[in-house]
């Protein structure tokens, strides 16, 4: 419980160190989505891996419809996630992130298959993800790494770096523009 405690402070430091329309505790604390997340995903993941399964599941769906932010309970979750306005959040099942990490609104952690092993990225400690980026697959966002604004990342990020752009190619056939502009 101590621990608990402990973790709900560290989240409550780091939103104030790190939002500048946070004024309090008492204010993050009451009104922003993402520590109630938090809290929510806690009892989730706690059910989870005592094979609660249902439960689990009931319990992670409350905090989606009251929150707008979707964590698997089977999500492995470090100390100080910061979710900025949340919305739109999808954390998979497999998925693990470390201590620190900050993530914006639209971010999808996902998974590209429909295989039973590891299938959601593993997140770094200090890592940043930008708003709607997706970020797909059994990868590895090392620590300190940023992952640009809409961006879709399928392969690893090594440490310290930046990913932007989208990952997305037609693999069928190139095309070409025509002297009019066209697309054939």
Request: glycine fraction near 10%.
């Amino acid at each position: 419980m101590f621990r608990v405690l402990k973790d709900i402070n560290h989240n409550l430091n780091r939103s104030l160190e790190n939002d500048p329309a946070a004024h309090s505790k008492l204010e993050v604390l009451l009104l922003y989505p993402h520590i109630k997340a938090l809290a929510f995903h806690r009892v989730s993941h706690f059910l989870y891996r005592h094979h609660l399964f249902f439960l689990a599941r009931f319990n992670s769906n409350i905090a989606r419809f009251w929150t707008g932010i979707e964590i698997h309970p089977g999500a492995t979750i470090g100390r100080g996630l910061l979710i900025d306005h949340g919305i739109g959040v999808v954390i998979g099942e497999t998925a693990i992130i470390g201590d620190d990490c900050h993530i914006y609104h639209g971010v999808t952690l996902g998974g590209t298959g429909k295989e039973h092993a590891k299938r959601h990225p593993t997140l770094g400690n200090h890592v940043m993800i930008g708003a709607g980026a997706k970020c797909l697959g059994n990868i590895t966002i090392g620590d300190h790494a940023k992952v640009g604004a809409n961006a879709v990342v399928i392969t690893d990020v090594p440490a310290e770096t930046t990913f932007i752009g989208l990952a997305a190619k037609d693999k069928r056939q190139k095309h070409r523009c025509t002297p009019e502009g066209f697309i054939e």
